[in-house]
C-alpha cells in the first residue's frame, strides 16, 4: 500500500510517500523558519499563504522522489489535527483534492499520532504495546500505545510545551528563534550545574508536567543579574536549563514505565532530537534493562513520512474520512 501523505498544520509544508507504513520512498519538507524568524515565532495568517504556495510543488517533488505517479498511490494521508486552522486547511483542501479526483480513500491523521508513528519508520521491530514520551512545539504527552490507533495518555503539560519552554528560554537568552536545537548546542559548552533550576512536581498527578515555572525561573534569574549589574554565562543558563527539562522527563518517563510495567519506551516530536534527552533517556533504560527507541532527528520534527506512517495503520483499521473532512484546530488524540 503507498499512501502519499500530506502535513502542513504549522510551518513546514511537507509531502511523502510511504508504503506499507514503514517504508519511506520521499519525505519532501519545505520549511518556513527563515519567514518566521524575522517575527520570533509562526505568523498563522503568512504560515496559510506560503502552504498555498508550496504544496503543489512540494507533492510534485514528493511523487517524481519516490519514482511513482499518482497512478501508483492507493490512499491519500492528510494531517487534520491539531495546529493552526488556516495551516490545516491547506493540506486538507489539498488531500480531499486528490483523493476525489483519483477516487482514492481519504485518511485523516492527528498529527501526533504522526509524531508518535515516526518511530515505525526506522524500527521494523517495533509494535505496539510501547510507552512514548511526545515532546514538541505544542505538546508533552506521556501516551500509552496500547495498539496501533489505541492511546492513553498518561499525563499531559499543565502550561508550556517542552519545545514552547526551550524557544522562550532561549529568546531570553537572545538565541533567536528556533530555539530548541540553539539551546542544545549551547549547552554543550556550558555546566549544566552552575544553576539550580526548579523542577515542578505535581501533588496527585504523577505524570502531568509544568515548565511554566522553570521558564520563569529563567527570566528571574536574568533579570537578577542585570539588576545587580552582573554579568551572566548564558551557555550556563542553557545547559541548567535543558538539565532541569530533561531530568523530569526521564524521572517521570521511568516512572511510567515502572507502573505500567512497558519494556519498550519511545520518545517523539522536534524536542526528542535533543541531544542530551536522547542521552538521558537511552541511559535510563539501559539501567531498567527495557528497549529505547527514538526517530532520526528529521523524523522528529514536523515531516509528512510520519504521517504516511501512521495514516496506513488507521487504513489497515479500516479508517476512511469523507468530503466533509474538515480541519480540527483542537483535536484530540485518538478521536475520529
Ligand atoms: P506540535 O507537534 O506540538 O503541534 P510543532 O509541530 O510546532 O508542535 P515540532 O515540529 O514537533 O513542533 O517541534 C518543534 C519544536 O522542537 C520547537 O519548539 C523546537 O525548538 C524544538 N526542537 C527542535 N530541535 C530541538 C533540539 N535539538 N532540542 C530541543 N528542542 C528542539
Ligand atoms: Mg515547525
Ligand atoms: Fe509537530
New binding site residues.
Given amino acids: 500500500i503507498n499512501i502519499l501523505a500530506i502535513e502542513s498544520?504549522?510551518?513546514?509544508t511537507a509531502a511523502a510517500v510511504v508504503n506499507n507504513g514503514r517504508e519511506v520512498r520521499s519525505n519532501v519538507i519545505s520549511s518556513q523558519i527563515e519567514l518566521h524568524k524575522l517575527y520570533g515565532g509562526?505568523v498563522p495568517e503568512i504560515a496559510s499563504r506560503k502552504h498555498i504556495e508550496k504544496i503543489n510543488q512540494v507533492i510534485e517533488e514528493a511523487l517524481k522522489e519516490a519514482g511513482v505517479t499518482l497512478d501508483d498511490i492507493d490512499a491519500v494521508g492528510v494531517t487534520y489535527g491539531?495546529?493552526l486552522v488556516g495551516a490545516l486547511l491547506v493540506g486538507v483542501a489539498e488531500a480531499k483534492a486528490i483523493a476525489y479526483a483519483r477516487k482514492l480513500p481519504l485518511v485523516g491523521v492527528h498529527?501526533?499520532e504522526?509524531?508518535i508513528s515516526a518511530n515505525y519508520i526506522e524500527h521494523p521491530e517495533l509494535e505496539p504495546p510501547f510507552l512514548c514520551l511526545?515532546?514538541?512545539?505544542?505538546?508533552t504527552h506521556l501516551v500509552c500505545v496500547k495498539d496501533y490507533g489505541k492511546y492513553e495518555i498518561l499525563g499531559r503539560t499543565r502550561d508550556d510545551?517542552?519545545?514552547?519552554?526551550?524557544?522562550k528560554v532561549?529568546r531570553a537568552i537572545g538565541l533567536g528563534?528556533?530555539?530548541?536545537?540553539?539551546?542544545?548546542?549551547l549547552a554543550k559548552e556550558g555546566n549544566a550545574e552552575a544553576i539550580k533550576f526548579p523542577k515542578a512536581h505535581i501533588e496527585g498527578a504523577p505524570y502531568d508536567f509544568s515548565f511554566s515555572g522553570l521558564k520563569s525561573a529563567v527570566l528571574n534569574y536574568i533579570n537578577g543579574c542585570q539588576m545587580k549589574g552582573e554579568s551572566y554565562n548564558p551557555a550556563d543558563i542553557a545547559a541548567s536549563f535543558?538539565k532541569a527539562v530533561v531530568d523530569v522527563l526521564v524521572e517521570k518517563s521511568m516512572a511510567a514505565v515502572e507502573e505500567y510495567g512497558m519494556n519498550k519506551f519511545a520518545i517523539?516530536?522536534?524536542?526528542?532530537?535533543?541531544?542530551?534527552?536522547r542521552e538521558g533517556m537511552k541511559k535510563a533504560c539501559e539501567e531498567k534493562g527495557i528497549a529505547f527507541y527514538y526517530p532520526s532527528?528529521i523524523y522528529?520534527?514536523?515531516n509528512a513520512a510520519m504521517i504516511g506512517a501512521a495514516a496506513y495503520y488507521e487504513y489497515l483499521a479500516g479508517t476512511r474520512h469523507g468530503w466533509d473532512l474538515n480541519a480540527v484546530p483542537n483535536l484530540k488524540l485518538g478521536e475520529r
Avoid: M
Avoid at 498544520?9 to 513546514?12: A, G, K, P, R, V
Avoid at 511526545?134 to 505538546?139: A, L, P, T
Avoid at 510545551?161 to 524557544?167: C, I, K
Fill in positions: 498544520s504549522c510551518d513546514e509562526v491539531p495546529g498529527h501526533i504522526g509524531h511526545v515532546v514538541s512545539g505544542g505538546h510545551a517542552a519545545g514552547e519552554a526551550y524557544d532561549a528563534y528556533p530555539g530548541g536545537p540553539k539551546i542544545d548546542r535543558q517523539a516530536g522536534g524536542v526528542a532530537s535533543n541531544s542530551a534527552l532527528p522528529c520534527t514536523d
